[in-house]
């Protein structure tokens, strides 16, 4: 379920019909959250909780091992609150992935009900044991809870919490599909976040996927809700133009589709690129299909490398681009 426009295609890159590197020579590999990459992607969290995630979460970490790209898993509070299908989330530890992050989201480390049990520092700690991870990512979903008719309403107070964790964990603040500005990527930065994952609008969107959901329980309110705000946040690559300035890691997401996406994210800026719902049928289907996708958007990634004739990463990010659409008309505001 898209986001209506994809603002991805409004990043143009300039062709260099004289690239004077070969194809070989093209390093797509990065450093980033202090581990090397072969590539600048990241596969974001989407699932675990239940019997058939340990298909999805074992394919998806098989791929990332070969390819030697950076995963994360689906939010863990099932696991970690109520003891949920652990095996759906460590099953990734079995796959030498060069980078791993935890999930947890920002509702659950703010008390939603008087007397409610909450993620604190010992839960993300469990969190992050259960995968081997690296790093702990903090969602925020606030867009897609209140889509949903159980959804949690309160957000007072998860920056100080975020700060509390962001002291003794390596932390990721990540969106789900509304996007980032930088008035919100200057506090996260001042409560000590390590990276962003802008998760942008123009891929998945939440309204939409619980619009769904919302319909199918006869909550009305909610329905119209998700319709309402379906295109709602932030766009992709204005997120990332947005975090640039405050130099700290980013990675790209919300919509990549291509490798194509992942040079634009780069050119723009971004440390990386991360997917999520375009590998998600893959991932479902098989270990091969997973694998063959992730490859095709790496192959994709260095042919933009070629033809914009950039050797490396650092190259790349020095590539001219020029803006077009309603991408342009937000950076112009
Ligand atoms: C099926 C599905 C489940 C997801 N679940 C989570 C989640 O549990 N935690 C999280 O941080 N993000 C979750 N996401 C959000 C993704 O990590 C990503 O930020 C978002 O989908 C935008 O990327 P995309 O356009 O490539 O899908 C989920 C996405 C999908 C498609």
Redesign the pocket.
Known sequence: M?GRYRYWDDVQLFHNALPEIDFEEVDPSVEFFGKRLQAPLMI?????GYPGAVTINSNLARAAADLGIAM?V??ERAAILKGNFPESYSCVAKFAVPLKFA?I?APQIIAQAPGEQVIGLAEAKAAMDLIGADGL?I?L?FLQELVQPEGDRRARGCLDQIHQLARDLPVLA????AGMSRFVGDRLRAAGVRAF?V?GT???S?AA?EHYRAVAQGAIREARVGKTFWNWGVPSPVSVRELVPLELPIVA?????SGLDVARAVALGATAA?????V?RAAATGPKETRAELEQIIYEFKVAMFLTGSRTLEELHRARYVLTGETRQWLER
């Open positions: 898209e974001t969290g989407m699932t675990g994360g689906g939010s999930n989201g990512a969602h979903n990540k969106e789900t599909g994952d998760s123009g891929g998945t939440f996927v997401s919300g919509g990549i589709r991360g997917i999520a719902g375009g998600l």
